[in-house]
């Protein structure tokens, strides 16, 4: 069966502290990897990657795949009381870019 | 750019009654999708259209759902009838080649 699972499923930092969240898959015929943040709307696209071990990065935001492992990691320096937010990874995964989203990271920062 | 656009922003109905949701991708896209968001099930995908054609309906809950999408610019999700257990936040989605997909801001539904 195809899955997504992300961990963990929240946490709590203070500002200026470094948080990384994890997603790992398990689908047939992967194209991508997107993260998304989500406030108390709809989910903001933030990356996609399709390719192992070249980092993207936005910001203070940053994100890499690792294919052979199944798995990417959202990193986040430096945070903010306006990171607090759920991230979404999501796995498109067959050539009609159907999409499977994991059960999101619920980050929480105090200041 | 306006984003994907849906309408209604909120919808207050009574079980049994029609419901109509409606979305406007972003032009020049040429995938939609429409979800639902509920806090026991998360994001779930129930259908997406390629070229205004539905690739994949196999999230639709139940026949009470159905998806058009007539035209490149326009989509609906219809519920008939409606019951309480479809409140949720409906999203419309769009992307250019099956990828990143921009959201519109959701269809709050809620069904007495």
């Known amino acids: 069966e195809d899955k997504v699972v992300q961990s963990p499923l929240s946490l709590v930092v203070h500002e200026g502290d470094t948080v990384t969240l994890n997603c790992s898959y398990e689908?047939?015929?992967?194209?991508?990897l997107l993260w998304y943040k989500q406030e108390k709307k709809a989910p903001t696209f933030l990356f996609m990657l399709?390719?192992?071990?070249i980092e993207k990065k936005s910001g203070r935001l940053s994100s890499i795949l690792d294919k052979k492992e199944l798995f990417s990691i959202l990193n986040i320096t430096a945070t903010q009381t306006g990171d607090s937010a759920v991230y979404l990874c999501a796995v498109v995964y067959n050539q009609g870019g159907k999409l499977i989203f994991g059960q999101g990271t619920e980050l929480s920062v105090k200041p | 750019d306006a984003g994907v656009i849906q309408s209604p922003r909120h919808e207050v109905t009574e079980m049994g009654q029609e419901v109509t949701l409606r979305c406007k991708p972003i032009?020049?896209?040429?995938?939609l999708f429409w979800y639902r968001q509920t806090m026991m099930r998360g994001l779930e995908l129930l259908i997406y259209f390629n070229n205004n054609v539905p690739i994949d309906d196999s999230g639709m809950p139940e026949d009470r759902f159905s998806a058009k999408m007539p035209n490149a610019s326009f989509s609906t999700l219809k519920i008939q009838p409606s019951e309480p257990r479809d409140s949720a936040v409906y999203f419309c989605a769009s992307s250019f080649g099956g990828t990143s997909q921009y959201f519109g801001p959701g269809t709050r539904l809620l069904v007495l």
């Open positions: 032009s020049g896209h040429d995938y």
């Open positions: 689908v047939t015929n992967f194209r991508s």
């Open positions: 399709t390719s192992s071990g």
